[in-house]
T-cell receptor, first 112, second 115 residues
Framework: GNSVTQMEGPVTLSEEAFLTINCTYT??????LFWYVQYPGEGLQLLLK?????DKGSNKGFEATYRKETTSFHLEKGSVQVSDSAVYFC???????????FGSGTRLSIRP | EAGVTQFPSHSVIEKGQTVTLRCDPI?????LYWYRRVMGKEIKFLLH????????ESGMPNNRFLAERTGGTYSTLKVQPAELEDSGVYFC?????????????FGQGTRLTVV
């Protein structure tokens, strides 16, 4: 079936460290891929997306590249800030479908 | 413009009681979705409304869950009777298009605790 697997948290880093959160997927066809973020006390927000192979999504210093050959969509940021502390969800959406398939989420905590 | 709003933000009820969650989508969004995150696991799809009609309810766990969207505006999700395993965060989302062509906007979620 269609699914998303992401690295388990929690992940704790110091401010200005490099961040990678791994995400791989299993899907029929070529889905769109997303990273959502939930900051404390807030709803889910779309962080970035990529709709086809080799596309790179980017926002707020975060990047992720749609890798068809490795079925991956790893999230990266070169220098994290305390304000990046949140739960991050990798997700996919099959073409023509309406329901998003999410991973289990990764809690990120950044120490000052 | 107001985003997707959900009420209540938190609810603690006893096993066997009834709880009703409410979602107000973004104005003009015909598509409304319910999702649930249980025990820190993945967020799972529950159902999809197009206006007042249930387009897909394949994710509803059992018949203790009843979702309605009378008039095609706000939606309610009732759990009756609640069980311990129903505890989790219930998210609502809305979008203009139901085929993934437009972004789905999510609410803050309702944290349900069944004791």
């Amino acid at each position: 079936g269609n699914s998303v697997t992401q690295m388990e948290g929690p992940v704790t880093l110091s401010e200005e460290a490099f961040l990678t959160i791994n995400c791989t997927y299993t899907a029929t066809g070529y889905p769109s891929l997303f990273w959502y973020v939930q900051y404390p006390g807030e709803g889910l927000q779309l962080l970035l997306k990529a709709t086809k192979a080799d596309d790179k999504g980017s926002n707020k210093g975060f990047e992720a590249t749609y890798r068809k050959e490795t079925t991956s969509f790893h999230l990266e940021k070169g220098s994290v800030q305390v304000s990046d502390s949140a739960v991050y969800f990798c997700a996919l959406l099959l073409k023509g479908a309406s329901k998003i398939i999410f991973g289990s989420g990764t809690r990120l905590s950044i120490r000052p | 413009e107001a985003g997707v709003t959900q009420f209540p933000s938190h609810s603690v009820i006893e096993k066997g009681q009834t709880v009703t969650l409410r979602c107000d989508p973004i104005s003009g969004h015909d598509n409304l979705y319910w999702y649930r995150r249980v025990m820190g696991k993945e967020i799972k799809f529950l159902l999809h409304f197009v206006k007042e009609s249930k387009q897909d309810e394949s994710g509803m766990p059992n018949n203790r869950f009843l979702a309605e969207r009378t008039g095609g505006t706000y939606s309610t999700l009732k759990v009756q009777p609640a069980e311990l395993e129903d505890s989790g965060v219930y998210f609502c989302a809305s979008s203009q298009d139901g085929r993934g062509n437009t972004e789905a906007f999510f609410g803050q979620g309702t944290r349900l605790t069944v004791v």
